[in-house]
């Protein structure tokens, strides 16, 4: 079957890819359909010598030619074998792929295109470029269809040259017209120089990969040394309470949700920066594959052409940003329980009630050495200021965020924003980009209408208002401030609050102690609300505009 194969494809016409009908041998050895080759030499007709259209050698005269009879009987054998001259289906050129431009019939796919012929070609039109010397200079690359980028528009001819003034491929007509004078190299030299570029920047990316994945790992072991630590810690409250358990079953409960809160919280920053740093890793490993890609194209203008739109890097989250902690979490707090026990005996003979009355009951328990008093004046709040963001998947669309994204305002017109699934649909609000755990303060700027409020994550995005709206749920705490009174909402619960009005509102909370307070802020600070609850969850800072307000959060450092 394969010699069979073999004398097919000998006895095929290089013009119609057919079986030879009235087979012909030119001088040079080559031979055709004596139809093909007469349409062929007919098409010359204009004075000019006659050439072979596979080798390409030329005849002063056009010759004379016969039929071959032994062609023709060969022909004549193979067609009793029942097999068919013409290519496989496969061979031919489809609507994706790039055809040859030789072919004069059904055409077949192109396996080559030559950069200087501007043209592409099949296995059997390619084969002159190997044989005749004439095509020894010619560059050869993979099929495409954009060879005609390689034309000067203006002057119709290839474009081997590359202005570095205007950056664009040129002809070298355009160097002595419109560019003339300007900073110019060939296109080979341009592409060699981008192509260093190219690899140092995939060496920088796959550096910065190497660097995230080990940070990931980094912060990997952080999370596994939390959960371990917070089990650890749990265990020894369980069998500690054990021992007191009528009398401490309450205490050892809010023990227990405090840390862990404060482990959801610690997993909960280490996760969200661990996924910050996978996504980094995936982007860095598409560019890479894209500039990869882009590094073996062959196409010098191609090249040039695609690669300032791939070349650049987008910022990165540095490693020396990731700061991993003593992989001791609760080991204060543990120690704190084991003292506890120790003196509970004596606690227990003097009275539960001396114990009440010395303050809250948790820290009274727990506290070994007793935190920091709350503060007092403007100056100690702000040793506890946050720098703070607003979060755009989160923003209603008739909100515009501007100023670093530290300001919103009400607009009268929809704004364009990509569809999240975090963002507000039904209320005129939005989350901060941070969470807040710990202690934090920070300050409102705001005008028109406004609630300054704190809320949990996964508050609702997209039900009524009842469900969603800063102050109607158990996932938000809310100061409405307008230009009349404040009132303080949570749960659906309104409280009337008296105080001085003043276009800036401090915000105090101390995450783990449970407070939340909110502060008038002029040449004084003015209390007007305090909560003292328990958070079980991370918090995010949160403002609702009404029509023709706006609030600001303002830079305290």
């Known amino acids: 079957m394969d010699q069979i194969q073999l004398n097919r494809e000998?006895?095929?016409?290089?013009?119609?890819?057919?079986?030879?009908k009235d087979p012909v041998t030119t001088p040079c050895g080559h031979s055709y359909c004596m139809n093909c080759i007469k349409t062929h030499w007919d098409g010359e007709e204009s004075g000019r010598d006659y050439s072979c259209p596979q080798c390409r050698q030329t005849f002063t005269l056009r010759p004379e030619l016969g039929k071959s009879t032994m062609l023709a009987d060969l022909v004549e054998e193979l067609k009793k074998t029942g097999l068919q001259a013409a290519p496989a289906d496969h061979c031919y050129a489809g609507p994706e792929d790039v055809a040859c431009d030789v072919c004069t019939r059904r055409k077949l796919r192109a396996c080559k295109s030559c950069l200087q012929c501007l043209t592409s070609f099949c296995e059997k039109h390619l084969q002159p470029h190997f044989e005749s010397p004439a095509y020894k200079k010619h560059?050869?690359?993979?099929?495409?269809?954009?060879?005609?980028?390689?034309?000067?528009?203006?002057?119709?001819e290839v474009m081997k040259i590359f202005c570095r003034t205007d950056q664009q491929s040129i002809c070298y007509l355009c160097l002595m017209d419109e560019h003339k004078g300007h900073d110019t190299v060939s296109a080979a030299a341009e592409r060699t120089e981008r192509q260093r570029e190219l690899e140092g920047t995939r060496l920088n990316i796959q550096?910065?990969?190497?660097?995230?994945?080990?940070?990931?790992?980094?912060?990997?072991?952080?999370v596994e040394a939390i959960n371990g630590s917070a089990d650890k810690a749990v265990e020894l409250f369980r069998k500690t309470f054990t021992e007191l358990i009528r009398l401490m079953e309450k205490r050892h409960?809010?023990?227990?949700?405090?840390?862990?809160?404060?482990?959801?919280?610690?997993?909960?920053?280490?996760?969200?920066?661990?996924?910050?740093?996978?996504?980094e890793i995936t982007e860095l490993k598409r560019k890479d594959a894209e500039l990869q890609k882009l590094s073996l194209t062959e196409d010098h203008n191609q090249f040039l052409q695609d690669y300032p739109s791939l070349s650049g890097l987008s910022g990165s989250t540095h490693s020396s940003s990731i700061k991993t902690r003593p992989l001791r979490y609760f080991e204060d707090v543990t120690?704190?329980?084991?003292?506890?026990?120790?003196?509970?005996?004596d606690v227990l003979r003097e009275g539960w009630t001396n114990i009440s009355q010395t303050g809250t009951e948790v820290d009274v328990l727990l506290s070994q050495p007793r935190p920091e008093p709350e503060p007092k004046t403007r100056a100690e709040f702000l040793k506890y200021s946050r720098d703070i963001t607003l979060d755009t998947n989160t923003v209603n669309t008739w909100l515009l965020l501007s100023d670093g994204n530290r300001k919103v305002t009400f607009m009268d017109q929809l704004q364009s924003y990509s569809s999240h699934p975090d963002r507000f649909t039904n209320n005129h609000q939005v989350l901060?980009?941070?969470?807040?755990?710990?202690?934090?303060?920070?300050?409102?700027?705001?005008?028109?209408?406004?609630?300054?409020?704190?809320?949990?994550?996964n508050i609702s995005r997209a039900g009524n208002s009842r469900e969603c709206l800063f102050g109607r749920n158990d996932k938000s705490w809310s100061l409405d401030c307008n230009n009349i009174s404040y009132k303080f909402w949570f749960n659906k619960?309104?409280?009337?609050?008296?105080?001085?009005?003043?276009?800036?509102?401090?915000?105090?909370?101390?995450h783990r102690a449970g407070i939340l307070s909110f502060y008038s802020v002029s040449e004084t600070m003015t209390l007007l609300h305090r909560v003292q609850t328990t958070f079980t969850q991370p918090l995010h800072a949160g403002l609702c505009v009404f029509y023709s307000g706006s609030a600001e959060l303002c830079q305290l450092k």
């Open 10 to 20: 000998r006895l095929c016409c290089s013009i119609c890819l057919d079986l030879l």
């Open 139 to 156: 560059k050869l690359v993979e099929p495409s269809k954009k060879l005609q980028e390689n034309v000067c528009s203006r002057h119709d």
């Open 207 to 222: 550096q910065r990969i190497q660097d995230r994945e080990k940070d990931v790992k980094l912060l990997q072991q952080e």
């Open 253 to 279: 409960s809010d023990v227990k949700q405090q840390v862990r809160s404060q482990q959801e919280t610690e997993v909960s920053r280490v996760k969200e920066l661990q996924e910050k740093l996978e996504q």
């Open 335 to 345: 120690a704190a329980v084991s003292g506890v026990r120790d003196k509970l005996q």
């Open 432 to 457: 901060s980009r941070e969470s807040l755990t710990g202690r934090c303060y920070w300050e409102v700027e705001w005008k028109g209408r406004v609630y300054v409020a704190v809320a949990h994550k």
């Open 493 to 510: 619960v309104e409280t009337p609050v008296s105080g001085p009005q003043s276009s800036r509102v401090g915000v105090y909370l101390d």
